[in-house]
């Protein structure tokens, strides 16, 4: 296996071992999370992850563009287990609240976002070695 595939294995486990912590968090927040937040942190991270690697897209060499698909992407997968097992912690406990959803939010965000810069880097640099 490669080292890639090392990394994401660590970065599941990482993420599922830290469901219980993520819902905590969630449940502290003050103001309380509610309902009309979740899509907003979800856009959020779109265009969060869009923004901030397209910063990098504008250089004219690719490797800061790629290191930062490199960095971001296991980052976004990490959110979106961590959220998955905080939903799944807190629907057998006593139901989902909005809590519960928002670290899935912010993970499925920018792991869509991430997917669409990666996206944009391979037509930007298509020529590149």
Known sequence: MKLWHW???GVVIAGLFSGPGALEAGAAAQPP????DIPFVFVGGVLGMIFVIGIQLLRREPKPSK???????PASLYFVVSGL????????RCGVAPHA??????GAGTLIGVGVSWLLYRWRFKNAL
């Open 7 to 9: 990394i994401v294995i």
């Open 101 to 106: 959803v928002l670290f899935f939010a912010v």
């Open 33 to 36: 999370i509610e309902w009309s």
């Open 67 to 73: 290191w930062a698909l490199w960095l971001l992407g």
């Open 85 to 92: 097992s905080a939903v799944v912690l807190a629907s057998s």
